[in-house]
């Protein structure tokens, strides 16, 4: 069976930083594009960052550039995310999601065939 699983969250004030990981199994991890989004309480699921099964392309989301960064390790399953300089607003849960073979619109949630259980970040001010 395929599952995500998600790591990292926490609780930390402005200005600190986290690092979030995601661990696959049940599924070939480099054949999907990896993609972090967050949700906050009675909002839409929002793309944060990508990461492509080949050919190491990522995006961001524009309110995320230059603060965090994706990155994965095939050999270990896992991708994650290293998030700087947190803000108030970067506050959500954050999941992970796998996109078998994804090539365009990464920012769209249903394009995203498995998801994790998600991982709280909250930012306090």
């Known amino acids: 069976q395929v599952q ?4 990292g969250g926490g609780l930390v004030q402005a200005g600190g930083s986290l690092r979030l990981s995601c661990a696959a199994s049940g599924l070939g991890f480099s054949s999907y594009t990896m993609g972090w989004f967050r949700q906050a309480p009675g909002k839409e699921r929002e793309f944060v960052s990508g990461i492509s099964w080949s050919g190491g392309s990522t995006a961001y989301a524009d309110s995320v550039k230059g603060r965090f ?3 994965r390790d095939n050999a270990k399953n896992t ?3 290293q998030m700087i300089s947190l ?12 996109y078998y073979r994804g090539n365009y619109l990464w920012d769209r949630p249903n394009n995203y065939g498995y998801w ?3 991982t709280q970040v909250t ?3």
Do not use: H, R
């Open 69 to 71: 960064t994706i990155s």
């Open 4 to 7: 995500l699983v998600e790591s």
């Open 79 to 81: 991708v994650y995310l």
């Open 123 to 125: 930012v306090s001010s």
């Open 116 to 118: 994790g259980q998600g």
């Open 87 to 98: 803000k108030p607003g970067d506050t959500g849960v954050y999941y992970c999601g796998a």
